[in-house]
């Protein structure tokens, strides 16, 4: 439908070592998937390798700050699972 709000879709981050993260876990902060560096709930990520996280942005996640596909109704099959995470339709 024309109407339908975007989904908000998940972020891919690219993490390194020596790199600093502050992510929420618990759902609240304004600017999802960081949290302010002084929450005693969040998520304090030093990366010992480069890697790509999905990160919710939605705060529907069973699994903050990681992204578990919230953000699009339930998927039946694979391709279905897969476009959910990228909002294709």
């Not at 390798?49 to 903050?64: G, I, T, V």
Request: glycine share 6%; net charge neutral; aromatic share 4%.
């Amino acid at each position: 439908m024309a109407d339908d709000p975007l989904p908000i879709l998940p972020e891919v981050r690219l993490v390194k070592p020596g790199e600093t993260h502050h992510l929420c876990r618990c759902g609240h902060s304004p600017e999802m998937p960081d949290c302010p560096p002084d929450c005693a709930q969040s998520l304090i990520l030093q990366p010992e390798r480069e890697q790509r996280l999905l990160l919710c942005r939605c705060s529907r996640s069973a699994n903050l700050p990681y992204c578990d596909g919230s953000h699009s109704p339930p998927a039946s099959g694979l391709a279905d699972r897969w476009r959910r995470f990228f909002g294709a339709r």
